[in-house]
């Protein structure tokens, strides 16, 4: 089976090409500038000058990720989020491949979550990588699929594994400085995706035809508070965990003073750093038809961790 895969340079691409070829497959990368046999460009697919039979999967994991310091223009996003993946799904429909697998995000879905986020929400981004992500979405779905072809859009939260260095890095930075972490008194809950679990996922959907087209939110079964992420990371790293319970209304009050004097911490920082962002796997583990996904929460975590030190 010969896989068609774009954004292979990136965390995810990387261990999910080793992955694939470890389970027997072959893959072929979309690049800019082609590298070799297993590679073909971006160019050769605007072109349309590909052998279409060649594939038998297309896996688009190739995108601009959300920019937490807010410096690239919106356009960016919707010109690499949006437009490459109408291209790219072009050419799909055209080639003798079967499926269609899309990398999405569930900031396509909702920037915030005051309950947890299922496939049901109407959504509504308000950043301009969640409208990018939305728009690829919409694209796709309006487009028709002949009965021999399948489209999953999969809705991945925050994905983490060794050789991420991400937000999980930052904090363990933190921790590693015996730095207390100041926001324990807020028991928030936030979802997050191992790559393991992440493989595992792929594998079973392009193994069983019997997975229907279709949006899945992707995450590990169960959320962690950022508190407990603390003490997991800092038993990870055989510490004892540093956690302040300074009360909430005077972090608040801080904050609202912050927004005056344009301190580090404001309003708008504090309620990042303590809201809920809960993801439901329910309808993937439905079609996988399986209980739980291999590996728990804590586990996924303790190996990015380790991977730190």
């Known amino acids: 089976m010969n896989t ?23 893959i072929t990368e979309v690049t800019r500038q082609s590298a070799g046999n297993n590679a073909i460009t971006w160019e050769d697919i605007r072109q349309n000058v590909t052998d279409k039979t060649a594939y038998d999967v297309y896996i688009h994991l190739a995108g601009k990720a959300h920019d937490l310091k807010n410096v690239s223009a919106p ?48 959504p509504n981004p308000q950043t301009p990588y969640g409208l990018s992500k939305l728009r690829a979405e919409e694209y796709l779905l309006s487009q028709p699929l002949p009965t021999d072809k399948r489209l999953v859009i999969l809705r991945p939260c925050m994905i ?7 937000n999980l890095n930052l904090l363990y930075g933190f921790i590693k400085r015996g730095i207390p972490y100041p926001l324990a008194a807020f028991d928030n809950r936030r979802s997050f995706l191992g790559i393991d679990n992440l493989l595992f996922v792929i594998r079973e959907i392009i193994r069983n035809k019997d997975i229907p087209s279709g949006i899945y ?17 800092a038993r990870a790293m055989n510490r004892s965990a540093r ?3 300074i009360p909430k209304g005077l ?3 801080m904050a609202k003073i912050g927004d005056i004097g344009r301190l580090p911490l404001n309003s708008h920082r504090l309620q990042k750093l303590t809201e809920s962002y809960m993801v439901s796997n329910g309808k993937l583990k439905r079609v ?15 190996n990015t961790i380790k991977s730190f030190g």
């Open 75 to 122: 356009e960016e996003y919707f010109l690499i989020n949006t437009e490459l993946t109408k291209q790219l799904f072009k050419h799909f429909l055209s080639s003798g491949a079967k499926d269609f697998i899309y990398f999405s995000s569930v900031k396509a879905a909702a920037d915030a979550v005051d309950n947890i986020l299922d496939e049901e929400l109407v």
């Open 4 to 26: 068609l895969l774009t954004g292979a340079s990136g965390f995810v691409g990387k261990n999910l090409s080793a992955y694939l070829l470890s389970e027997g497959m072959s």
């Open 288 to 302: 996988l038809k399986v209980d739980r996904l291999p590996f728990s929460v804590e586990e996924g975590l303790s």
């Open 251 to 253: 972090l608040i009050a």
């Open 160 to 166: 983490h594994g060794p050789g991420n260095k991400g």
């Open 217 to 233: 939110n992707v995450a590990d079964d169960e959320g962690l508070s950022t508190k407990q992420l603390v003490k997991l990371i």
């Open 243 to 245: 956690v302040w319970y």
